[in-house]
């Protein structure tokens, strides 16, 4: 009994690890993908149970529409439950594009009152 129960901690822990390693960062929660993998090593069975619990982020499942009832049948459509797909990266990345525009739309307003309140003085 004790052969099967080391083989299938063991068994959990080689595919926690493998999960670790494949999954890309933006898909790792909470801690660093490495801090990750020092914690399933050091402790196996609750480190593999803390990571497929609270590490790992999930793929979000499609919500479905709700199927019409009749003779007649509409294709379902698939609804997304999450309006933004995006990665954190990806929406950070966005975040400073946005600042910048910001910057440079202050910029150029600056430039502009600057240019009228130029000409609005006689030249000397």
């Not at 493998?18 to 929660?29: A, F, H, L, N, P």
Request: glycine fraction near 6%; avoid cysteine.
């Amino acid at each position: 009994m004790y052969i099967v129960l080391s083989l299938l901690t063991f068994a959990f822990s080689v595919v926690t690890l493998i999960d670790i390693i494949t999954r890309q960062d933006g898909q790792v929660k909470h801690l660093p993908k490495f801090l990750w993998l020092m914690i399933a090593i050091i402790i196996p069975l609750l480190g593999g149970i803390l990571w497929w619990a609270v590490g790992r982020e999930y793929p979000e499942r499609p919500v479905r529409a709700a199927r019409p009832t009749g003779a007649w049948e509409a294709p379902v459509r698939i609804v997304d439950a999450r309006p933004d797909r995006r990665s954190t990266e990806q929406q950070l990345l966005d975040l400073e594009r946005e600042i910048e525009e910001e910057r440079l739309r202050a910029e150029i307003a600056r430039r502009k009152r600057e240019r009228e309140q130029g000409a609005g003085e006689p030249a000397g």
